[in-house]
């Protein structure tokens, strides 16, 4: 299908990148599950190595599946290029490295995923790369926190756990000003209810793990490139504007253009740090695409729900949804996530640590698992598992208060949801 902006999102998330089969005709897409592919002859195989032609070598670098996946959010993102890898995680990493080199550092929102928050101030320090951390609420701050050594800006566009809503508007004014990217986490929003580079984001990272693919069976991640930022404006990003020794000098701003991002992603990153997605993992995720705007709607209809009931029940202390009236994002959503504030909240039980406990051992329906963005409801206690380690004090800053739980509500139906809750709750609070 030759996409143009004249189809809708609910077309597009099944057609974009899609084509039948040039060898069989098959309608769906085919798994190509080949390592390798044959080149037609010697000067085609030569062509394909200096990046003068596009095609097959590897599937280490390229694969036809995950092809079709790359282009399709890419396309949902409104973005001209993708690149999938094997997680989340991997993406994050990905999107950073054409940028980073030691002594450079990256502007980070306090509010990010648990395990993104290990990755920044832990880990990328081993590369030489530096995360400063800082809230994202505070627009001053974040100007304040840009240096000479700034090379992007790095947040989600709803913030998980806790109900956040970055207003990327204001973010992206001022990584333009610093002529920095700006990368947006929108796993917790996907492509449906936010589009980031309609908002000034550079660069849009998924964690292809939690809605995109939406049943919980394999993890991916995937980084699009806006195509809009010049990467040869100043000497900031030589990886980008300067000549590439491992391609004979090649530039790839100046020789790919808009695309120069996704390339380099590819031929650089995927050939080098090799975190590639498997095509068994992209056929899940685009199985996953086919219905997401069919189950964001859901999602946030039940949030919505039983956020609301949540809210209304004694037994609760609070809400932070940003769906609720009472979120100080309420009116940030209207702008930011036009059709909703997603599928992930947090709530406080009365009876604090001990009643969380009993309330996660007592659901039925709810699984409790370190996983979000599953078609089955979920719920976690931070503070009993993924945050355990940390003070109370740390806790309740990192939005995991011990009397609080995430839940990932899905699509099933409210009301059984409500009654679980209910009849946990009565368990969990005497
Ligand atoms: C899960 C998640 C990640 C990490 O993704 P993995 O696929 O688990 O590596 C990053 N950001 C957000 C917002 C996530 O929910």
Redesign the pocket.
């Known amino acids: 299908m030759t996409d143009g902006p004249t189809y809708g999102f609910d077309t597009l998330q099944i057609h974009a990148g899609a084509r039948p089969d040039p060898a069989t005709g098959a309608r769906q897409t085919p798994i190509y599950q080949s390592t390798a592919f044959v080149f037609r002859d010697a000067e085609h195989a030569a062509a394909l190595f200096n990046l003068q032609e596009v095609g097959y070598i590897y599937s280490r670098l390229t694969n036809p599946t995950v092809a079709v996946l790359q282009e399709r959010i890419a396309t949902l993102e409104g973005g001209v290029g993708a690149v999938c890898c094997s ?4 993406a ?1 990493l990905m999107a950073l490295f054409p940028l980073m080199a030691p002594g450079l550092n990256v502007v980070v929102s306090t509010r990010l ?1 648990g ?2 928050v290990t990755q920044f101030s832990q880990t990328i320090k081993r590369f030489g790369w530096e995360a400063t951390f800082v809230d994202f609420d505070d627009l001053d701050a974040v100007k304040a926190a840009i240096d000479d050594n700034t090379r992007a800006i790095f947040c ?1 566009a709803i913030a ?1 756990p806790g109900g956040y809503i970055t207003d990327l508007d204001a973010i992206s004014a001022i990584a333009d000003a610093a002529e920095i990217p700006l990368i947006v ?1 929108n ?2 929003a996907t492509p449906y209810l936010c589009r980031p580079i309609e908002h000034g984001a550079t660069l849009v990272v998924h ?4 809605y995109l693919t939406g049943n919980g069976t394999v ?3 995937c980084v699009v490139d806006s195509g809009k930022f010049d990467w040869s404006a100043n000497d900031k990003f030589p990886s980008l504007s300067a000549p590439e020794p491992a391609y004979h000098g090649l530039k790839f701003h100046e020789t790919f253009g808009p695309l120069a991002f996704t390339f380099h992603g590819i031929a650089i990153g995927l050939r080098d740090l090799g975190m590639t997605m498997n095509p068994q993992a992209a056929h899940y995720t685009l199985m996953g695409t086919e219905t997401l705007s069919l189950r964001m709607d859901r999602h946030v209809e039940n949030a919505v729900k039983i956020a609301q009931w949540l809210e209304k029940d004694d037994r609760v202390d609070y809400v932070t949804y940003a769906g609720l009236k009472s979120s100080p994002y309420f009116d940030r959503v209207k702008t930011i996530c036009p059709r909703g504030a997603g599928g992930l909240f947090t709530f406080a039980v009365k009876g604090g640590y001990d009643a969380c406990v009993k309330l996660v051992n007592a659901l039925e329906i709810f699984s409790h698992v370190a996983n ?2 599953d078609a089955r409801s979920l719920i976690i206690h931070s503070a009993s598992t993924t945050h355990r380690q940390l003070t109370a004090e740390q806790q309740r800053a990192a939005g995991a208060a011990p009397e609080v739980v995430r839940v990932s509500i899905g699509i099933e139906d409210a009301d059984d949801l409500i009654a679980d809750l209910d009849q946990a709750l009565s368990k969990a609070v005497s």
């Open positions: 997680s989340g995680h991997a994050q995923y395990g993104t989600e998980n986490d796993t917790s964690s292809t793990t939690k993890t991916g991640g979000l963005g």
